[in-house]
């Protein structure tokens, strides 16, 4: 019977190697604190120093109109949140539908391509301030039975232009899964859904997750457009008070919510994306 192996010692030059790395990694940090510092440091007397620094701190940065402005903002973020959601969701569905459409082959679905096509070139091209403006505007304009309040209508301008960016995302994610990846299925005895539900689509959606999350952060941002509209969300609280107060601070306070709301959305972007580039190296490297 052979006694325990010995343990592992590292080479003095792996040792020496371990050491280096970690005082350049302390440098590194270093470096990038003190240069951040110093950036800080002659912005901020750039701009505290400027002529006309005192009108622009009480017009934009004053604290109490802030305090005073917040739990309306506040509420009025609860319906950007709410919107976020559901235009989100909607976007995503309705893209991938129009996805699959376009994707569809055969002269007998030709009617159906051809409608994906001319939606998403159209709403692609189209700002979404117009898009809102038609929705909001003109749908109610028509004096229709049933017509939706503008809230509603106004998310449906929101989904039908986001669906359409998304639509093209998931179409290159559908596109980029090798053919064979289908015709193996086929062989199988899968129909062409089950193919796209079991095969094609679980890869695309997993290769098109950064630039997909990428279309929600824009749409995050987006949903403040609804205020044009009439609703009172942040940004019609935060004009609300401006008016009332001749002050340009509940703006800022606005704006100051939704970089917050976006930061945890935009940190998940950026794993994603860190992590999709490792697994394509990966698989690249084998």
Known sequence: MRGDAPAYAPSPLEVERTALRRRQGVRSVLVGAVSTALLGAVLVTVV?????WERVRETFFDASVAREAL???LTGLWLNVRVLVFCALGALVLGLVVAVMRTLRGPVFFPLRALAASYTYGFRGAPLIIVLYLMTFGVPGLRLEGTPSVLVLGGIAL???YGAYIAEVFRAG???VHPSQIAAARSLGLTYAQSMRWVVLPQAVRRVSPPLL?????????VGLISLAGPID???AAQIATAQTYNFTPYIVAGVLF???????VAVTDW????????QSAEGGR
């Open 234 to 236: 942040a940004i019609r």
């Open 214 to 222: 990428n279309d929600m952060v824009a749409l995050q941002k987006d």
């Open 48 to 52: 505290v120093g400027s002529p006309g």
């Open 71 to 73: 739990p309306a903002i």
């Open 259 to 265: 970089v917050l709301m976006a930061i945890p959305l």
């Open 159 to 161: 989904v039908i232009t």
């Open 174 to 176: 559908i596109e980029s």
């Open 272 to 279: 994603v994306t860190v992590r999709a580039a490792r697994r």
